[in-house]
């Protein structure tokens, strides 16, 4: 038996055995961290950059840009590092708490965001004569400052509520990062049914979030259908789906992330899920964001085009 004042790291659990497929999985990874890091910031760089692009709808999925680094850069390195190194050590303090702490905080703040954005595109379309009114320049910052907060908050309950459990059931994490059901089946104190008290209203929060971004879309494809132009229709389409992909792909894997029965569990389809919501989003995000963008694929054109001129 042990606990939690003895354990000073945790092991987590590898991809693959092998030592040719481990480093196969590392630079599998490092390919998708590489995508994420280029679309991200070349999202960041262009909203930045193009005065056009200085509106609500671009302001947020600038914030969104940098969660998905955030996020990916939380995980994907320190599971590279172990593939590349043939280890599955992550220490207690130094690593473990602080990578569960991040990984909450810019999860969280994601999905609030996600629902900002969908009262953006509700404001936007329902009601486009006070767009200006409703999302001004300082509306915008606050709701992008109280996601953050909020998803800070969050992280901080979460952490410090699961680092204070007693743990006694060993070291091994059953996932590639520190999360935290995984700790939580090393507890063995009932005070455990705080953090599962935690974990539910974190769920009725995030519902209430998914029942607005629902019901924003309901209306907001109410509205479009009823615009009389063809290009009007697919001029709001285009704004809307991106979003609407990425919020789908996000509470899609995510859900069942933490919402699966556990008959249906098992380490692989553990690993192959915590990918699906923690890797693959902040990877694809970008790609899905500029495809049905005509404005960001110009604006983007246009500073590649000035950075080749330059040279």
Same mark, same amino acid.
């Given at each position: 038996m042990?606990n939690s004042?003895?354990?000073t790291?945790f ?5 693959? =055995?092998?030592?040719?497929?481990q480093?196969?999985?590392?630079w599998?990874?490092?390919?998708i961290?590489l995508?994420a890091?280029?679309?991200?910031g070349l999202?960041?760089?262009t909203i930045?950059? =193009?005065?056009? !692009? ?11 840009a940098?969660l =998905?680094?955030?996020?990916i ?5 320190k599971s *590279?590092?172990?593939?590349?190194? =043939?280890?599955r050590a992550?220490s207690?303090w130094g690593?473990?708490?602080?990578q569960l702490?991040l990984?909450?905080?810019l ?5 609030? !965001?996600l629902?900002?954005m969908?009262? +953006? ?11 200006g009114?409703?999302?001004?320049s @300082?509306?915008c ?6 996601a953050?907060?909020?998803?800070f908050?969050?992280?901080l309950?979460?952490?410090?509520n699961?680092?204070?459990?007693p ?13 935290t059901?995984q ?5 063995c ?6 953090e599962l008290?935690l ?6 929060l995030?519902?209430?979030c ?5 019901v924003s879309y309901v209306?907001i494809? @109410?509205?479009?259908? @009823? %615009?009389p ?6 001029k ?18 995510a859900?069942?992330?933490? *919402?699966k029965?556990s008959?249906?569990?098992?380490p692989?389809? +553990?690993l ?10 902040p990877?694809v995000?970008? !790609?899905i964001?500029?495809m049905?963008?005509?404005e960001?694929k110009?604006? !983007?054109?246009?500073? %590649?085009?000035l950075?080749?001129l330059?040279?």
């Amino acid at each position: 038996m042990s606990n939690s004042s003895s354990i000073t790291q945790f092991l987590l659990l590898p991809f693959i =055995d092998t030592r040719e497929l481990q480093l196969l999985h590392f630079w599998f990874f490092l390919g998708i961290y590489l995508a994420a890091l280029l679309g991200n910031g070349l999202i960041i760089t262009t909203i930045a950059w =193009d005065q056009h !692009l200085h509106t609500p709808m671009y302001f947020f999925l600038l914030n969104l840009a940098l969660l =998905d680094l955030g996020c990916i850069s939380t995980t994907v390195p320190k599971s *590279m590092a172990n593939s590349l190194w =043939d280890t599955r050590a992550i220490s207690f303090w130094g690593w473990c708490a602080t990578q569960l702490f991040l990984f909450v905080f810019l999860i969280s703040a994601e999905f609030y !965001l996600l629902t900002i954005m969908s009262y +953006d595109r509700y404001v936007a379309i329902c009601k486009p004569l006070h767009y200006g009114t409703l999302l001004g320049s @300082r509306a915008c910052v606050h709701m992008a400052a109280a996601a953050w907060a909020t998803g800070f908050l969050h992280a901080l309950l979460h952490t410090a509520n699961t680092f204070s459990l007693p743990l006694c059931k060993g070291n091994a994490l059953g996932q590639f990062f520190c999360q935290t059901p995984q700790i939580l089946k090393l507890s063995c104190s009932h005070s455990y049914l705080r953090e599962l008290g935690l974990l539910m209203f974190s769920a009725f929060l995030g519902g209430g979030c998914f029942v607005f971004i629902v019901v924003s879309y309901v209306q907001i494809f @109410r509205a479009v259908l @009823r %615009i009389p132009s063809e290009q009007g229709r697919h001029k709001a389409f285009s704004t809307c789906l991106p979003h609407l992909v990425v919020v789908s792909l996000f509470v899609s894997t995510a859900m069942f992330a933490y *919402m699966k029965p556990s008959s249906v569990s098992s380490p692989s389809l +553990d690993l192959v899920v915590s990918v699906l919501y923690s890797v693959v989003p902040p990877a694809v995000n970008p !790609l899905i964001y500029s495809m049905r963008n005509q404005e960001l694929k110009d604006a !983007l054109c246009k500073l %590649i085009s000035l950075c080749f001129l330059k040279q």
